[in-house]
């Protein structure tokens, strides 16, 4: 039987203790460290949305400036099946997301491959297509207006030089939601630009010029490489821009007030008409909570698709 001296057992002993203590640190820090930012987000976005959900459930109003509760149970949503405003926002919310985006994409797309492959001037290019999204919105909202003018906007009078007649562009029924559809793709299609772009090049190149070397020409490229390649980068931007393409409000706001008629009511919009205008603050709450969750069943869908395009 070897019998250690107290040297050996200090020797053999001491060096686990830090490197246990490292093993630990290591794996769990990551968590510790990102603790109080999670706590910190989970409160203000749980407790708001709790806030929200319970007021749909009751009327709200206000006496001598405190708000008086009086519960309602499911009266509100109810009553949403029965609103010409909510359904007329909800019809003209998905048309105006889904045009939008799918142009916005399109053009989007077409631009960074475009840019991708010029050398010369490419920070010109660049600073030209990104120049839209740095416009406040309340500069493009009065831009635009005065733009579709009926007596005296730039449109009308580009138009009458063909021998065509001015257009009431945002009065008209019929080309109203069409006309805030236009400037939301000036103005989020350099949003797509970017993230495509920067999805593009990021790309491998050894992939092209093989390509190149075996003789393939730039639609077989865009084709077999490119497309396959940059599907989970088109999945993200197509996922933001159709969450933020269903919030949309300052462009309804600032050009149209939702009118004529409904032809522009969105969902945002009928939210704050409620909130703001009629002061039915529990029914607004439920217009709210029944956005937010078909806004979250849409991430839900979305991220599902995008996950099953990985795979194939």
């Not at 063909?162 to 069409?178: C, E, I, N």
């Not at 077989?220 to 197509?238: K, S």
């Not at 933001?240 to 149209?256: G, H, M, Q, S, Y």
Request: net charge neutral; glycine share 8%.
């Amino acid at each position: 039987m070897t019998v250690l001296g107290s040297n050996e057992l200090s020797a053999a002993a001491l060096p686990a203790t830090p490197a246990i203590r490292g093993g630990l640190l290591d794996r769990f820090w990551p968590g510790v460290s990102l603790a109080p930012s999670i706590l910190l987000f989970l409160i203000l976005t749980l407790l708001p949305i709790a806030n929200l959900v319970v007021m749909s459930f009751h009327d709200i109003t206000w006496q001598q400036g405190r708000a008086t509760w009086t519960p309602v149970g499911l009266r509100h949503y109810a009553a949403l099946a029965n609103d010409p405003l909510f359904k007329a926002g909800i019809g003209n919310t998905a048309v105006f997301a889904t045009v939008a985006v799918a142009v916005q994409m399109l053009l989007g797309f077409f631009l960074a491959v475009l840019t991708s492959r010029v050398f010369h001037g490419r920070v010109i290019y660049r600073t030209i297509f990104v120049l839209p999204i740095l416009v406040p919105g309340i500069v493009i909202g009065a831009m635009w207006k005065l733009m579709y003018n009926f007596d005296f906007g730039i449109i009308n009078q580009a138009i009458g030089l063909v021998g065509m007649m001015p257009r009431d562009f945002l009065g008209d029924r019929s080309l109203a939601l069409a006309s805030v559809i236009v400037v939301d793709i000036w103005h989020w299609t350099p949003f797509c630009f970017l993230l495509l772009l920067a999805g593009l090049e990021s790309l491998p190149q050894d992939v092209f010029e093989a390509a190149r070397i075996d003789g393939a020409g730039f639609w077989q490229e865009l084709r077999h490489i490119i497309l396959p390649l940059m599907l989970p980068t088109i999945a993200v931007t197509l996922l933001f821009r159709l969450i933020v393409a269903f919030k949309v409000f300052d462009e309804v706001f600032l050009l149209t007030g939702g009118g004529p008629g409904t032809s522009t009511e969105v969902v945002s919009f009928s939210i704050y008409r409620r909130f703001f205008t009629e002061d039915r603050m529990g029914y607004g709450s439920a217009m709210s909570v029944v956005t937010l969750f078909g806004l979250a069943l849409l991430i839900i869908v979305a991220q599902g698709v995008a996950r099953q395009m990985r795979r194939t």
